[in-house]
């Protein structure tokens, strides 16, 4: 089946640093991905769409400049968590539609989760 | 405002019994719905339900779509303690194919 890579799974930074998160698609291309951001008991929040060869479209409430998006090739997009603090901690996934026989099914990757300390 | 709602929060059960998880939603544009599981880390697909009455069956749990009143259920059968799990709800709307997530429903299953 498809598979949708994130790395790194656990991060721990110290606060004012800048974290990259990369997600990438193993055996599909993936024009769209999808940024959540999860806290402890709480469903997936969508941060952001990220769209190879444009700007990424923002959820409202998250800050563009906060929160770095770049979807590089068709296989790859990265979330930068900029100047980061313990407010943003959070367990962040990514995921990918692809198109096929379960068309719009949503792949995920294993997820990332980042500590500010 | 699209909106997914998802009840109960919560659910404890014990072992073999059968469960139901609600879904309803508020979207335009509406594509489909799709139920996922989620243990540990990443959700695991589970259905796909794009039409009204078809019943998806996978084992012990099955769901249904019912667009007219705007509302999905997942049924679990004879719960087992590998059941525990959160159960999230998304609907995929056309605009830009976006994916909306449920609140989510966390089941424990009790031996």
């Known amino acids: 089946g498809a598979v949708v890579s994130q790395h790194p799974s656990w991060v721990i930074c110290k606060s004012g640093t800048s974290v990259k998160i990369e997600c990438r698609s193993l055996d599909f291309q993936a024009t769209t991905m999808f940024w959540y951001r999860q806290f402890p008991k709480q469903s997936l929040m969508l941060m952001a769409t990220?769209?190879?060869?444009?700007?990424?479209?923002?959820e409202q409430g998250v800050e563009k400049d906060k929160f770095l998006i770049n979807h590089a090739s068709l296989t790859l997009s990265t979330l930068t968590v900029t100047s980061a603090h313990p407010e943003d901690s959070s367990f962040y996934i990514c995921?990918?539609?692809?198109?096929?026989?379960?068309?719009?099914?949503?792949?995920f990757g294993e997820g990332s989760r980042l500590t500010v300390l | 405002e699209d909106k997914v709602v998802q009840n109960p929060l919560s659910l404890v059960v014990h072992e073999g019994d059968t469960v139901t998880l609600n879904c309803s939603y508020e979207v335009t544009n509406f594509r489909s719905l799709l139920w996922y599981k989620q243990e540990k880390k990443a959700p695991t697909f589970l259905f796909m339900l794009t039409s009204s009455g078809i019943e998806k069956k996978s084992g012990r749990l099955s769901s249904i779509l019912d667009k007219k009143e705007l509302f999905s259920i997942l049924n679990i059968t004879a719960t087992q303690t590998g059941d525990s799990a959160v159960y999230l709800c998304a609907v995929e709307v056309y605009k830009g194919n976006q994916f909306y997530f449920g609140t989510g429903t966390s089941l424990t299953v009790i031996p």
């Open positions: 990220s769209n190879e060869g444009s700007k990424a479209t923002y």
């Open positions: 995921s990918a539609p692809r198109a096929g026989v379960n068309r719009g099914e949503l792949f």
